[in-house]
């Protein structure tokens, strides 16, 4: 996730952990560097100069707080304030309410309110999908996939050439579903004509929250626009996507939160399942290379990992179909590299980005070549001879050394699972420690 802000900032933190002890001047040089990191993440400079003003007041003036070193209170600082720059704190979106989603052409605003409905669905609401962009072609017919995709209603009327007509009927179709949001066609904030059409649907609709969506390569013009959207409609939350693609997305969120609209969601990826309720207590800890466990656990539940292929993996009992399911659920909470970076102390180590994603293209490949092969293959792994293997090979366009690899990767696993000793060797020495540190009862 904008990994030059976030390897920017895991260096800076990991060299005050390492380092020798601490004194005024190498304080001062900390500073210097992570004013540097934040402007090369285009954050913008009045922000930046009063966080790092901030973060020097309260190293240098400040008492050290009982039971804290030097280091340690220097680094509580540099969280707290980045933290505090980032939006403070996360912001509740449940309960009933009336959606009406604003943003500029090519944000992804669609399949964003894709992502928010799915969201809702997964809390347990009752919500419903409005398409009221008629100046961009096939915005309707897009949301409707989208709807289908996820489950959840949509109403659009492909004859319509206005809007207002058709959320005065879905206000009606839908006044019994907890969540209606509404889809309005994007635009620049300063254009007029547009302008108009969102201050009548705003009339109309009367909703409950308007939701800006930007695109995080905004950068720190996210502010401007952030401010002029909502003299024109009031918008009370941002949205920012595409954080996984740009170097400015640590801007756009800096930009996003000194507006009176803090933001509410990020989306991590282009799946509907990339997405999340943005929290920035957690997402610092991300960016500084400390994990983040909590978000970690509720990617996991939210993939649907089988509980009983778990135990099978670690009791090295496991078969090529429980490998796959495993790979499909891994694959699931995004990109590898965002997943490692949630395990805590693993943002530390120095990972080479290059060997995630080589890891990331094999576990592809090794889906594809497990679903080349039969039931009885998946099953039982041993049976595979090498004339098999070719006919694997070709039936999935991959070469026979990548079937080798994965054969051998999956009998190296479950050697090393056994050696082990599965559950109750998890349940002695290191393994109990590390588990325990993780939040497991094991």
């Not at 809702?120 to 915005?139: C, I, T």
């Not at 809007?163 to 904030?189: M, Q």
């Not at 109309?204 to 720190?220: C, H, M, Q, R, S």
């Not at 539940?301 to 670690?314: A, G, L, Q």
Request: net charge positive; with cysteine; charged share 30%.
């Amino acid at each position: 996730m904008f990994d030059n802000l976030s390897k920017g900032l895991g260096n800076l933190i990991r060299k005050i952990s390492t380092g020798t002890a601490l004194d005024k001047k190498a304080i001062e040089e900390t500073l210097v560097d992570l004013k540097k990191i934040l402007l090369e993440s285009d954050v913008d400079i009045q922000l930046t100069d009063k966080l790092i003003n901030d973060i020097k007041r309260k190293c240098f003036d400040e008492k050290i707080p009982s039971g804290l070193t030097l280091k340690e209170h220097v680094l509580k600082v540099i969280y707290d304030e980045l933290v505090k720059l980032l939006g403070e704190k996360s912001h509740d979106m449940s309960g009933k309410k009336r959606i009406m989603s604003v943003g500029l052409f090519g944000s992804g605003k669609t399949t964003t309110i894709g992502k928010l409905g799915r969201y809702f669905l997964k809390q347990g609401l009752k919500p419903a999908l409005v398409g009221l962009d008629y100046h961009r072609p096939a915005a309707p017919q897009q949301l409707q996939q989208i709807g289908k995709q996820i489950g959840v209603s949509v109403y659009v009327d492909l004859k319509a050439t206005e809007p207002y007509s058709v959320a005065k009927t879905a206000l009606e179709k839908y006044k019994d579903y907890d969540v209606i949001i509404f889809d309005t066609a994007g635009r620049n904030a300063l254009d007029k004509e547009l302008a108009d059409e969102l201050k009548k649907l705003s009339e109309i609709i009367n909703p409950d929250e308007v939701l800006l969506v930007i695109p995080a390569d905004l950068g720190k013009i996210a502010k401007t626009q952030a401010e002029e959207f909502h003299k024109l409609v009031g918008v009370n939350g941002v949205i920012i996507t595409k954080m996984d693609g740009t170097a400015k997305a640590g801007g756009a969120i800096a930009a996003a939160s000194v507006t009176g609209a803090k933001v509410k969601f990020i989306g991590t990826g282009e799946k509907l399942e990339n997405f999340e309720l943005y929290n920035p207590e957690r997402f610092v800890s991300r960016l500084l290379g400390l994990g983040d466990m909590e978000t970690l656990l509720e990617k996991l539940k939210e993939s649907d990992i089988k509980k009983e292929s778990v135990e099978r993996i670690v009791e090295g009992k496991f078969t090529l179909q429980d490998f796959i399911e495993q790979i499909e659920s891994l694959d699931k909470m995004g990109p590898l590299q965002q997943v490692v970076g949630m395990i805590p102390g693993m943002g530390m180590a120095k990972i080479p980005e290059d060997l995630l994603k080589k890891q990331e293209e094999k576990m592809k490949a090794y889906k594809i070549i497990i679903r080349s092969m039969t039931k009885n293959e998946r099953e039982n792994p041993d049976s595979i001879t090498q004339d098999r293997i070719k006919r694997i090979s070709k039936g999935s366009g991959r070469t026979e050394n990548e079937v080798r690899e994965l054969l051998n990767q999956y009998n190296q696993t479950k050697k090393m699972m056994k050696q082990l000793g599965g559950m109750k060797g998890l349940q002695r020495g290191e393994f109990k420690k590390l588990a325990q540190q993780f939040g497991m009862k094991i």
